[in-house]
């Protein structure tokens, strides 16, 4: 097993009473310290002074220009103006720091600052720039051996290697005193410096793949220019130093754990803060020096380019100008809506999140340019947005790889995205055969309201039944007993329920999660599931080796440590499949993004890059079970379904389904419906093909008479609509099921969850084609219209206003209390519409982009299909055969 890899300095803030209401929303860059941008140089007398291209691969070509100080294209071989990937002319496009790392955290929500930044080169050289091909790589070409490039049998050459050295010079002093490195009187300051390799791999006939890594640094002196600079020796394992100097760090004190992989530096005091920059050079004995662990790449933008994706995002569909920070936490209480988001803040640090806070980011973006890239690995990352011309990623590590994807439209970069990233599986049709009702309350509520579902004729795939193992109050609301066996108090007669609805065609859905409780409160417990984890070992440990225990609104919690695969063999056996042998047939896989940054684990890795493997790693669990019990169990082989909310840039590969987390009930932007439309939209941009959220949201807060969110019945009517038209109906009572409107509090909702429910089952056969269009292609069911019209300026700048179902279906939702009519936008190039329930017809012989203002009264959202689709067709006729129309 590996050592553990030294964490951040991270400050617990669970227990303070009153916090900041208005804390910072994304962290500064730890380079941020003027305007001046890092020089690119290269030697004129070289082969660089002189402009040419070098292939990559058979398909792509890397385009070296000298002129204006030095230009970087990666483009297709293939005559092609357009550039995947370019630099800012005589802009370094690799830069490096050193610096600490100080998170704050808080029941999950964490933010991550940086100290000061050390270490940081102004200059990058560019030395060579070469094509090799296999002869080479047999032959152990020096270059590709210190690139650490290994070929494979797979490998398409040439490869393409970029070598040089980023470099920074001490200001210089006054005196002339003499050099440490070399004895003479100085006449120019010492020069840091550290060389690179950057290595370009054509990884199919649509990527690039990219990959850097800095050497260690020393310090030379050089008299003269520092691109003048002796460089460091070009072999990876020679120390960059020399043995008779001791570097004394003047601006920061070195914390280096004896197993460390990577040096953490302590932040600087107030006096040493006002210290140079740069280390005196002193004859002595050398200790081992510090690592940089910051990455910066830097390259082009245009100042009307437009960036969709980063994952599912629920405030912006487009980024540029804007900070994305890459991690995965809970996505807030509120995120900017006022006044909920500064309550939140005051009384739970950072509870109440921001525009940028999400379950399931992704380190991935595609523009209108049709340019894209995304990051391999999990180390956190900040893409910085904020300046017109270029795109500068700050990466938490000391290496960077990811892929450059080729293709002329949205749907073919996502495609190629997801080619390499992962797809959804092709989900059982039961699954989407009608609404999944969630539920609480125990064996009769369920058979009431079960009764009530049949007389108002809704058609339900499942029950979902989150209680299952019994309910507990807390300060929130009602929470779950987090010990994942059925409470037989509660639901009484629980495998007679279950082979009751399965005998009516209707499955049976619960909840767990990777958390455990101790459950010395509930004294009716069969089992005591954390006890027996803490047992085995196989719990996320504290600093200490104890189980590391989270606080969770009014109770503590220890989280499975799934790199341990005792923990994935334990859970899968002992919790899903008790579930799976008393008729389960799904459940809904909560939490994942909670892993404390100082956590240690089992596999020792650096606990910042676990923290967002961990949702993917959770996702697996599930479905390595999913596919086992299938495989093994002839009863289950059409199929059991999971639902996660966290997630990272591969969850897709492992995850059945999404669902987009704890919605407040409201109408505002950030936290509400609309967020739930913008998060359905942008995770589909970035590879969550099969996504929906929580009919009505979830998140009520009852606080009279100084904050009252309670979700009223219009709000719940309107969501079911919009849920009607994604890839699951599914309702949930929200954490207070007593300030909500139910769908079965009224007679008009029962009604109207039926009519939402049959026009949902309508277009059923057009969601099977879509869901193996997400298997087979890893194009989502619900998309934004960039996807499919990214010449349209106006659908550039639509967020939650609208959005395409498949090509064939148009749904332009009521989105704000108290209205009955929508403006729907047609765009440029889509042709003709029908609006299902009148029958008019809108963009008839012209070409498009134009607004038509449509009434929406509640039960009759506004859907148009393409005119002539047989989709169409079919489904307005489906809406007749169920009496809709």
């Not at 394992?237 to 570097?247: G, V, Y």
């Not at 980011?361 to 340019?371: Q, V």
């Not at 795939?461 to 299952?468: G, N």
């Not at 659908?795 to 929508?822: C, H, I, N, W």
Request: contains cysteine.
């Amino acid at each position: 097993m590996a050592s553990p890899a030294a964490p951040p300095k991270t400050t617990k803030k669970h227990h303070a009473r009153l916090n900041n209401p208005f804390p910072r929303a994304v962290p500064a860059s730890a380079i941020r310290g003027g305007d001046a941008a890092p020089r690119l140089s290269f030697a004129p007398t070289s082969k660089l002074a002189h402009a040419h291209d070098l292939p990559v691969g058979t398909r792509f070509r890397l385009r070296w220009d000298p002129s204006l100080g030095g230009n970087l294209s990666l483009s297709r071989a293939a005559s092609s103006p357009r550039a995947m990937w370019e630099t800012v002319p005589g802009v370094a496009f690799l830069s490096a720091a050193s610096a600490a790392t100080v998170a704050d955290e808080c029941r999950g929500s964490f933010a991550l600052r940086d100290g000061r930044a050390r270490l940081v080169p102004c200059l990058q050289r560019v030395d060579k720039i070469r094509s090799f091909y296999r002869c080479d790589a047999d032959a152990g070409a020096e270059l590709l051996r210190a690139a650490a490039f290994v070929a494979s049998g797979a490998t398409r050459f040439p490869v393409l290697v970029i070598a040089g050295v980023v470099s920074a010079a001490r200001a210089a002093s006054s005196t002339s005193a003499p050099c440490g490195c070399c004895g003479r009187r100085r006449r120019a300051p010492p020069v840091l410096s550290a060389r690179y390799w950057i290595v370009l791999e054509e990884k199919s006939d649509t990527q690039v793949a990219f990959s850097v890594r800095i050497g260690d640094y020393q310090w030379t002196c050089a008299h003269g220019d520092p691109a003048t600079a002796k460089p460091p020796a070009a072999t990876a394992a020679t120390r960059l130093h020399r043995p008779s100097l001791r570097l004394r760090l003047s601006a920061a004190r070195v914390q280096r754990p004896i197993s460390s992989k990577k040096t953490r530096l302590a932040p600087p005091s107030r006096e040493e803060a006002s210290a140079a920059l740069l280390p005196e050079v002193e004859r002595a004995e050398a200790p081992p020096p510090e690592e940089f662990n910051r990455v910066f790449l830097t390259y082009a933008s245009s100042r009307d380019e437009r960036f969709f994706g980063f994952g599912e995002q629920f405030s912006r569909m487009e980024f540029k100008g804007k900070r994305v920070p890459v991690l995965v936490q809970e996505q807030g209480i509120g995120r900017g809506d006022q006044p909920i988001t500064f309550a939140a803040n005051l009384v739970s640090y950072r509870s109440g999140g921001n525009w940028s806070t999400t379950y399931a980011p992704s380190p991935f973006y595609m523009t209108s340019k049709m340019r894209s890239l995304y990051l391999e690995g999990y180390d956190y990352s900040i893409f910085d947005l904020t300046k017109p011309d270029r795109v500068q990623i700050q990466i938490y590590g000391n290496s960077v790889q990811g892929r450059i994807l080729d293709g002329d439209s949205p749907v073919q970069l996502l495609t190629s995205y997801t080619e390499s990233t992962g797809r959804p599986p092709v989900l059982p049709r039961w699954i989407t055969s009608g609404a999944v009702v969630g539920m609480q309350g125990g064996t009769e509520t369920v058979r009431r309201v079960w009764k009530q579902l049949q007389e108002y004729d809704v058609p339900v795939s499942a029950f979902w039944l989150q209680d299952w193992v019994g309910q507990r109050k807390t300060a929130i609301g009602s929470q779950l007993w987090w010990n994942w066996e059925v409470d037989d108090a509660h639901y009484s007669g629980w495998k007679d329920l279950v082979g009751d609805l399965r005998r009516s065609g209707i499955r049976t859905m619960t909840y767990c999660n990777p958390c455990l409780v101790p459950m010395d409160q509930k004294p009716s417990a069969k089992r005591h599931l954390f006890e027996e984890a803490k047992k085995l070992g196989i719990l996320v440990k504290d600093e200490a080796g104890e189980p590391y225990m989270m606080p969770n609104t009014a109770f503590d919690v220890a989280m499975l440590d799934f790199t341990n695969p005792a923990a994935r063999a334990w859970f899968k056996d002992e919790i899903l499949r008790g579930m799976a042998r008393d008729g389960v047939s799904g459940w809904m896989a909560d939490f994942g993004e909670g892993l404390p940054l100082d956590a240690r684990l089992h596999s020792g890795e650096d606990p910042v890059a676990a923290h967002n493997r961990y949702p993917e790693i959770w996702a697996r669990v599930n479905r390595e079970f999913v596919d086992e019990y299938k495989s093994a169990a002839a009863a289950a082989a059409d199929g059991l379904v999971f639902f996660v909310r966290s997630g990272f840039r591969e969850s897709s590969r492992w995850a059945m389904l999404f669902w987009e987390g704890d919605q407040m009930v409201s109408w505002q932007a950030h936290d509400g419906i609309k967020s739930s439309v913008v998060g359905l939209l942008s995770g589909g941009l970035s590879g969550f093909a099969l996504n929906h959220s929580d009919a009505g949201g979830y998140c009520a807060v009852d606080l009279p008479p100084f904050l009252r969110y309670r979700r009223s019945e219009e709000l719940l009517l309107r969501w079911m609509e919009v849920n009607a038209f994604t890839v699951l109906l599914r309702t949930h009572e929200g954490n207070r099921p007593g300030s909500n409107a139910q769908f079965y509090s009224t007679a008009r909702a029962l009604a109207h969850f039926a009519r939402c429910a049959k026009m949902y089952v309508a277009w059923g056969f057009y969601r099977a084609e879509l869901v193996a269009e997400a298997a087979a292609k890893g194009l989502p069911v619900a998309r934004h219209l960039f996807l499919h019209y990214p010449e349209d300026e106006r659908v550039l700048q639509l967020t939650y206003q609208q959005f395409l179902v498949g090509t064939e279906m148009m749904v332009v939702p009521v989105l704000d209390k108290g209205r009955s009519a929508v403006t729907a936008y047609f765009p440029v190039g889509g042709g003709a519409w029908r609006h299902v329930w009148t029958g008019d017809e809108y963009g008839v012989g012209v070409q498009g982009g134009f607004e038509v203002e449509v009434k929406a009264p509640v039960g009759y959202p506004a859907v148009f299909v393409r005119v002539g689709s047989h989709v169409g067709e079919r489904f307005v006729s489906n809406l007749r055969d169920l009496e809709l129309l």
